[in-house]
T-cell receptor, first 117, second 113 residues
Framework: GAVVSQHPSWVICKSGTSVKIECRSL??????MFWYRQFPKQSLMLMAT?????????EQGVEKDKFLINHASLTLSTLTVTSAHPEDSSFYIC?????????????FGEGSRLTVL | AQTVTQSQPEMSVQEAETVTLSCTYD???????LFWYKQPPSRQMILVIR??????QNATENRFSVNFQKAAKSFSLKISDSQLGDAAMYFC??????????FGTGTRLQVFP
């Protein structure tokens, strides 16, 4: 199946710094990617929909200035957590759909664990 | 608004036995997709099975099958001949044409030898 890769898989940063997480579709083109956040022992909560070449669409309650999303190419979307604080510590997961195949399936990255000290 | 409900936070099953995980959803749409995803300790989301709402036939993938009741908005997952490797979190998910996946709260499945 299609492969989605996230980098880094885990990152530790100091409070106040910014962290960038990359999501790449390795063998297909993804016009749309999705960013989720998952707290321990909880479900995945959709943060935003990332569209190639246009602005991301954020879910209600998600601060767009806090979580910057850029989808500059058909294979790469980035999530930047700006001025990170300990409450931003979480597991972030991206997913993507193969734009050429309409099976309804979304492919997920391995996730990125962010810890803010 | 669409919602997905999994009423069983935890389930357990003996190896080789059968277990059913429940899922209900709420929507006003007529055309949509339903999924079951597995999330093992590695946290990688793995698609288990998919069901298109317009199909009346229940989807089956080897030991995994669903009972899709569209009128009742119910979408349960049956795992037959359970294996130790089936132990994981299972998430039911709903998707409309916008590609947005809405997940349920999850069911933790334990498999005992």
């Amino acid at each position: 199946g299609a492969v989605v890769s996230q980098h880094p898989s885990w990152v530790i940063c100091k409070s106040g710094t910014s962290v960038k997480i990359e999501c790449r579709s390795l063998d297909f083109q993804a016009t749309t990617m999705f960013w989720y956040r998952q707290f321990p022992k909880q479900s995945l909560m959709l943060m935003a929909t990332s569209n190639e070449g246009s602005k991301a669409t954020y879910e209600q309650g998600v601060e767009k200035d806090k979580f910057l999303i850029n989808h500059a190419s058909l294979t790469l979307s980035t999530l930047t957590v700006t001025s990170a604080h300990p409450e931003d510590s979480s597991f972030y997961i991206c997913s993507a759909r193969d734009g050429l195949v309409n099976t309804g399936e979304l492919f997920f990255g391995e996730g990125s664990r962010l810890t803010v000290l | 608004a669409q919602t997905v409900t999994q009423s069983q936070p935890e389930m357990s099953v003996q190896e080789a036995e059968t277990v059913t995980l429940s899922c209900t959803y709420d929507t006003s749409e007529s055309d949509y997709y339903l999924f079951w995803y597995k999330q093992p300790p590695s946290r990688q989301m793995i698609l288990v099975i998919r069901q298109e709402a317009y199909k009346q036939q229940n989807a089956t993938e080897n030991r995994f099958s669903v009972n899709f009741q569209k009128a009742a908005k119910s979408f349960s997952l049956k795992i037959s001949d359970s294996q130790l490797g089936d132990a994981a979190m299972y998430f039911c998910a709903y998707r409309v044409n916008t590609d947005k996946l809405i997940f349920g709260t999850g069911t933790r499945l334990q498999v005992f030898p």
